[in-house]
């Protein structure tokens, strides 16, 4: 095998091989991203599902402590009236630590995913 004189000799004569490689790189990252996006995805489908159960129990919890606080203080009004204000109060409590809550355990899962992905996808290239 006769050396390369200068670069762009080596250049020149592993034109393809460098296109090659540069093709499959760009399709391992491009497949790296997919499986990212799509894991994330299924995260924020679970967690829909899992807000509009959520949704579901607060409305019918809530319509127990009505009916509950309407028996002890023998009005409608007033029961499902402190019930709305318990709500009210949840409401302003999820509100002022929505990012301690929910915000930031959702960016953290989802930068955690990523990194592990990107680990698993390293040890895979590594095996090669």
């Known amino acids: 095998m006769n050396q390369p ?6 250049f020149r004569e592993n034109k393809e091989l460098l296109k090659v490689y540069v093709e499959t790189k760009s399709e391992i990252f491009r497949l790296q991203a997919i499986r990212i996006f799509s894991k994330s995805m299924g995260l924020l489908a679970w967690m829909v599902i899992a807000a509009f159960i959520a949704f579901l129990i607060l409305i019918f919890a809530g319509m127990c402590l009505g009916f509950w606080l309407s028996e002890l203080t023998q009005s409608y ?17 999820i509100a002022v630590f929505r990012e301690k809550l929910f915000v930031n355990p959702i960016i953290r899962s989802i930068i955690i995913r990523a990194r592990e992905e990107v680990k698993v996808s390293k040890s895979d290239n590594d095996e090669d």
């Open 77 to 93: 009004v007033k029961g499902f009236g402190l019930t709305t204000i318990i709500l009210i109060i949840l409401f302003v409590a």
């Open 5 to 10: 004189d200068n670069l762009g000799d080596f």
